[in-house]
C-alpha cells in the first residue's frame, strides 16, 4: 500500500505540473496575442496620425503655392513703391548734396 501510496502521490504531482504548464501556455498565448492585438492598433493610429499630418501638409502646399502670383505681385508692388521712393528722396536733396560737394571742392584750406 505504501508503494501505491508514493505512486498515487508522483502522479497527482505530474498531473499538477501539467496543468500549471498548461496554465503557462494559456497565460503565454494569451500575452502574445494581446500584444499582436496592440501592435495593430498601435499601427493603425500611427497610419491614421501619418495621413492626418500628410493631409495637413499637402493643404498647407496647396495653399502657398497658389498665393505664390499673389505674393510675387504684392513684391513687385512694395519694389516699386520704395525705387519711386528712393528716386523722389533723391531728387530732393540732390541740390543740398550738388552745393555741398561744390563748397568742399572749391574751399581751400591750408
Known amino acids: 500500500m505504501e508503494a501505491n501510496r508514493g505512486q498515487n502521490g508522483i502522479q497527482q504531482l505530474l498531473a499538477a505540473e501539467q496543468e500549471a504548464q498548461h496554465i503557462v501556455n494559456a497565460a503565454r498565448n ?39 502670383g499673389a505674393n510675387v505681385k504684392r513684391l513687385e508692388i512694395e519694389t516699386d513703391a520704395k525705387i519711386n521712393h528712393l528716386k523722389n528722396e533723391a531728387a530732393r536733396i540732390s541740390h543740398d548734396v550738388v552745393g555741398m560737394l561744390l563748397k568742399n571742392v572749391t574751399t581751400v584750406r591750408n
Open 30 to 68: 494569451a500575452k502574445m496575442a494581446r500584444l499582436r492585438q496592440a501592435k495593430e492598433e498601435a499601427e493603425k493610429e500611427i497610419a491614421e496620425y501619418r495621413a492626418q499630418v500628410e493631409y495637413e501638409f499637402q493643404k498647407k502646399v496647396a495653399e502657398s503655392s497658389g498665393d505664390s
